[in-house]
């Protein structure tokens, strides 16, 4: 027993494994693939369905099918049973779903069984064997496209299609089995062509509905092969007689045994300008001879249509071989035209098909008449050219299988498409997002490259604005000493001892402001400066006011080492430059110093009972204060003195490592 998956992949594999797929559901392998393969894949589908027959839908009035009895409920029997013509080793079973035109979506299948079971027999064998099974034909539909079914060569002389399990129709929603028409072949030979039907129930026929619609060769396709160059059909002058009759000259016997008859431009508008049987005779004969004389004609097989339900795009009948080099079609009951001004009989069709070993023998043969064209372009020509009016005419069982392959590329095609979108979005978004970091990498280099050329000139200013105040504080008041001794020397120019003493004491002055000069420039890089601040406060306090009553006040020392080195350094000359400041202009006899820590700011605070300061602070201390990046107060207090407030916190760049 076969699964609708294992049917349905004897088509649907040879498209996914030639594609580097694996077998399997529609495109169930797409996530997997890459763009360039999801791209050759599309390339692939693009390019076989170009090959391909299109589909084309006859129009107009003709048969439709066969339809069951219709029910409130899906879960019913039915089952439709063909004897074939013969016992013989089967190879395809083709199913044709009847046709609907939806209101959104178009022409769609209709009242397709939901459950379907193909079964297959000899004439002593009743049960049959179950050749394919679909337990739910939802992953067939939608289609208008025929199913197509291996069957492995089994032996076969009957048919039957049987469904438990019902579907609804448009029309009113009843639950129904609609099939349009059931093929069965043999290599070529459609063995289903006209053979005898037998249903589960008679539900009574309507114009369009009979079993035997289910076998008349007469399907809702047009023969579009989309390939080789269109024919328009042969049709007769007007008034051709009461018998006439086109005859072909095979060149050589053949073992004929069927014919297919190619109605006049079926379907070549919307809607058609004639009715379907235009210029097909109503009652017609078919003759077999080995002699253009017909001197030994058989009658290989006669039609009558009784309505217009018995003509289709093409028409086909199997008969019993014989075999004949020359074939004649005689119209006992030719088409009559009955025109505004026109009047008579008249014959025409697309194509002449004779088969002999289930291939089409008249190809590019010569027909004949005793009647002309109705026009040059209708040629007899056109009868066995192998053209219709949309190219080359392919075998019954070659069409339907391409139109079959077509819907399976034709489902597959969206979902590559839409994976090969999906990538490709997705690809696109990692390229914007590759993009957009790329940008914000220049950026961000851009940034700290400006933000360490900034730094680098901040450093340097910082650097200049260092060393200019160290050059201040470290030579300013040696500078001035010389400048004092420089007058005592002029003032002991008669007293060679002094004299001497004085220039002693300028020379070492002099040699200790070479050093300072030498050395302040590299102050602030120099290792081993500041690194205990705490005693380099007291050691400056103990020399610099040793003529003076002073105290220092530390508190928090155990956080002073965890500020940055140049922090250290700034905080000691700001504090050396205050007291030197005190030495040369308050003339106070007491300063003291206190410094507090704490983790939140650091408070260095320096008082003297000197004179004061009347023009606001000394622009050396303001400078220090600014290399600092500290708040400087400097104020005169009520009962003299000066007060220096030096206040510096943490929010300022994060002043504590």
Not at 177 to 187: G, H, K, P, S
Not at 498 to 508: G, M, Q, Y
Not at 635 to 646: F, N, W
């Amino acid at each position: 027993m076969s699964h609708p998956s294992f049917v349905l992949s004897a088509h649907l594999a040879a498209f996914i494994i030639g594609m580097g797929g694996s077998t399997g559901a529609w495109g169930g392998d797409l996530d997997r693939l890459s763009i360039t393969d999801l791209q050759r894949r599309l390339a692939a589908i693009d390019s076989e369905l170009g090959g391909l027959a299109k589909m084309s839908l006859n129009s107009g009035v003709g048969p439709i099918g066969y339809r069951s009895m219709n029910y409130s409920e899906a879960e019913h029997l039915e089952w439709v049973h063909v004897d074939l013509k013969r016992e013989a080793l089967i190879d395809e079973v083709v199913l044709v779903p009847a046709l609907w035109r939806d209101s959104d979506a178009g022409f769609v299948s209709d009242a397709f069984p939901f459950s379907l079971k193909i079964l297959a027999g000899t004439a002593g064998d009743s049960k049959g064997a179950v050749v394919a099974e679909f337990l739910d034909t939802a992953q067939l539909l939608p289609r208008i496209a025929p199913l197509v079914v291996p069957t492995g060569g089994i032996r076969a002389s009957w048919v039957r299609i049987e469904t438990n399990q019902l579907s609804r129709r448009a029309f009113d929603g009843k639950y129904i089995f609609q099939l349009a028409e059931i093929l069965v072949f043999a290599d070529q030979e459609n063995l289903a062509l006209r053979s005898p039907v037998s249903i589960s129930r008679n539900a009574g026929e309507s114009p369009g509905w009979s079993p035997a619609f289910l076998v008349d060769g007469i399907m809702p396709y047009v023969m579009n092969s989309g390939r080789g160059n269109p024919s328009v059909a042969f049709i007769s002058e007007i008034g051709i007689g009461d018998r006439p009759s086109i005859e072909i000259d095979l060149q050589r016997e053949h073992p004929i045994s069927g014919i297919r008859l190619h109605a006049v431009d079926q379907s070549a508008t919307v809607p058609q300008v004639y009715p379907g049987d235009y210029a097909l005779p109503r009652h017609f004969r078919i003759e077999g001879a080995a002699d253009a004389g017909f001197n030994s004609a058989r009658l290989l097989m006669e039609a009558s249509p009784a309505s217009i339900y018995e003509f289709g795009p093409i028409m086909e009948w199997n008969f019993r071989e014989q075999s004949c080099r020359y074939l004649r079609l005689i119209a006992l009951e030719p088409f009559l035209l009955q025109e505004s001004g026109r009047h008579g009989t008249r014959i025409g069709y697309a194509e002449i098909e004779v088969f002999a070993d289930g291939r089409n023998v008249a190809v590019g043969k010569i027909a004949s008449a005793a009647f002309s064209p109705a026009s040059p372009e209708r040629h007899f020509g056109s009868l066995t050219d192998g053209h219709n009016l949309y190219g080359r005419i392919l075998p019954a069982r070659q069409f339907l299988g391409e139109l079959a392959r077509r819907h399976e590329l034709e489902t597959a095609r969206p979902l590559v498409l839409a994976e090969l979108s999906a990538k490709n979005a997705r690809a696109r978004t990692v390229l914007n997002w590759m993009f957009w970091l790329a940008a914000l990498l220049a950026g961000g280099i851009a940034l700290i490259l400006f933000y360490n050329h900034f730094r680098a000139r901040r450093q340097e200013t910082n650097i200049r604005e260092r060393i200019a105040a160290n050059l201040h504080d470290e030579l300013g008041a040696n500078l001035h000493a010389i400048g004092l001794l420089g007058d005592l020397a002029k003032d002991a120019v008669d007293s060679r001892e002094e004299l001497v003493d004085t220039l002693d004491r300028i020379r070492s002055l002099t040699e200790r402001t070479g050093s300072a000069a030498r050395n302040c420039a590299h102050m602030v890089l120099a290792k081993g400066v500041c690194e205990d601040l705490v005693a380099e406060l007291r050691s400056d306090s103990r020399r610099l006011l040793a003529d003076l009553e002073h105290s220092i006040t530390l508190g928090g020392e155990e956080i002073l080492p965890r500020l940055p080195r140049r922090k250290r350094i700034d905080l000691y000359l700001f504090h050396k430059e205050a007291l030197i400041n005190i030495i040369r202009h308050s003339g106070a006899t007491a300063a003291t110093t206190r410094l507090v820590a704490s983790p939140n700011e650091i408070l260095l605070t320096i008082f003297d009972n000197g004179c004061g300061i009347a023009d606001g602070p000394p622009s050396s201390l303001k400078r220090r204060a600014r290399l600092l990046g500290a708040d400087l107060t400097v104020e005169t207090s009520e009962a003299g003195g000066t007060r220096i407030v030096l206040k510096l916190k943490s929010r300022k760049f994060g002043i504590f490592k």
